[in-house]
């Protein structure tokens, strides 16, 4: 089903403030997976190992999963 419009502002806010709590680094990260960058280029502007990038990512991967599960179930 598609969701309501208040389910999808309820994602939009719950997005935000997941961005928002996220440490500099790991908002870095996620924005310039998202932008289509690739673990490896991520690695080498952030200073970072490869492992160290993907553990990130998938992370941050299953924070937003719990926390979208969480408002859709609420």
């Keep these: 089903r598609e969701p309501s419009p208040a389910e999808v502002v309820a994602a939009v806010e719950e997005l935000e403030l997941f961005l928002r709590d996220l440490e500099p ?3 870095t990260i996620f924005e310039e997976r ?7 280029d991520i690695a080498a502007r ?3 190992s490869e492992r160290t990038v993907r553990r990130c990512l998938q992370q941050i991967q299953e924070d937003l999963e719990r926390r979208l599960v969480s408002i ?3």
Aim: hydrophobic share 30%; charged share 20%.
């Design 25 to 27: 680094v790991q908002r």
């Design 34 to 40: 998202l932008q289509g960058a690739s673990v490896e």
């Design 46 to 48: 952030t200073q970072r």
């Design 72 to 74: 859709s179930v609420g």
